[in-house]
């Protein structure tokens, strides 16, 4: 006879909707947006465990005991890269050994350089795309679908050939950046594009898929409604930010390439580079003469960073200050980049 206790488990088991009898895959991913995302591929299934809490940098962050388990325990790893959350690196190797690993970088996603110096001159952005494309169709796929099956390898070879530069760049991040060179290197924020979040979602449904088949229809439907639902924004963040078209700004933290670029929408310049290092006097020097020559409307400054930075380098001029968070709460990737683009337009526009 079985006990009360095994017989309520085994009713509780088919009431609730979408239960699949195999364990879902227990997801950890390093950053909320990205966080975000496989929320919504796993949505009535579970959800990932995120790393970086909302607030804090990925630029500059410590693995806590308790996240360190949360690898240990980890079916799937989702991260980014170390071009942005490098920290990671080494617990993943040790602590994720079994686990099935998505790297965002190696994905086939459509990736852009880092941009150089402290103003950005006018990017040929069909060609960033054009050179990056041509790598994913040539390898991106077969790369991907190899980390599939073999979970932890292709992230060992990436490390061993593909990201000498983020390497380098993390040893000598500190120095006075405004004479480095990121020539050649990945601009790691690359959530900020909604087609690349999109290219994210199916990478992760086909990889949850093979490690849940009872669940791989829920995941690959919640990937296709995300699509449809990026395709909705794309058209609402376009009209948010036409009033604002026109308008110089600056950034705290060179972060918003992607969003920049999907949206059409370029920064004058920034403070901070893409890899997040404090700037040097000689940058701010720079920064400087830029702003003397630029009609600037708005500074953005980020709750990840020193919000003095900016204030710095626009004293002195009649310059609105607001925030743009290129990270968020984790809650609802949709939310996250709506909101920028509703923050970016109300300040453009006089509106904060």
């Known amino acids: 006879m079985r006990s009360p206790m095994r017989r309520t488990l085994l009713l509780s088991l088919t009431v609730v909707p979408g239960f699949a009898f195999a364990e879902v895959p227990r997801v950890v991913t390093d950053i909320p947006p ?26 500059d962050y410590a693995l806590r005991p308790s996240e360190a388990r949360a690898l240990a325990a980890a079916d799937v790893v989702v991260w980014v890269g170390h071009g942005l959350t490098g920290f990671l690196e080494d617990p993943i190797e040790a602590l994720s050994e079994d686990a099935a690993v998505l790297e965002l970088m190696d994905a086939p996603l459509a990736l852009l350089p880092y941009r150089e110096g402290v103003s950005f001159d006018d990017h040929d952005h069909d060609q960033d795309h054009a050179d990056h494309d041509d790598h994913d169709k040539e390898e991106g796929h077969d790369d991907h679908d190899h980390a599939k099956e073999e979970g932890h390898h292709d992230h060992d070879h990436a490390k061993e050939e593909g990201h000498d530069d983020h ?38 449904a086909e990889l949850l898929g093979s490690r849940d088949p009872a669940n791989a229809e829920l995941y690959a439907a ?21 009033p604002a078209r026109g308008q110089d700004f600056i950034v705290l933290h060179d972060a918003f390439h992607y969003f920049e670029d999907a949206f059409e929408i370029e920064a004058t310049g920034s403070v901070i580079d893409g890899e997040g290092s404090s700037p040097g006097a000689r940058r701010l020097s720079a920064l400087r003469a830029t702003l003397s020559e630029t009609q600037i409307t708005c500074a953005f400054a980020e709750p990840q960073m020193n919000t003095s930075l900016i204030e710095t380098a626009v004293e002195g001029q009649d310059v609105r200050i607001a925030t743009l968070d290129p990270l968020g709460d984790g809650s609802d990737y949709a939310g996250l980049i709506r909101t920028l683009a509703t923050s970016m337009a109300d300040c453009l526009t006089g509106k904060n």
């Open 167 to 204: 390497d380098h760049a993390g040893e000598e991040g500190h120095d006075d950046h405004a004479g480095h060179d990121h020539a050649g290197a990945v601009d790691p924020h690359l959530w900020l594009d909604p087609a690349n979040a999109v290219q994210a979602a199916a990478a992760l």
């Open 34 to 59: 990205v966080g975000a995302i496989a929320k919504r591929v796993m949505q009535g299934a579970g959800e990932p465990t995120v790393l970086v809490p909302p607030g804090a940098s990925p630029h």
């Open 222 to 242: 919640n990937a296709s409604a995300f699509a449809g639902e990026m395709t909705a924004l794309e058209v609402e963040v376009t009209e948010i930010l036409a």
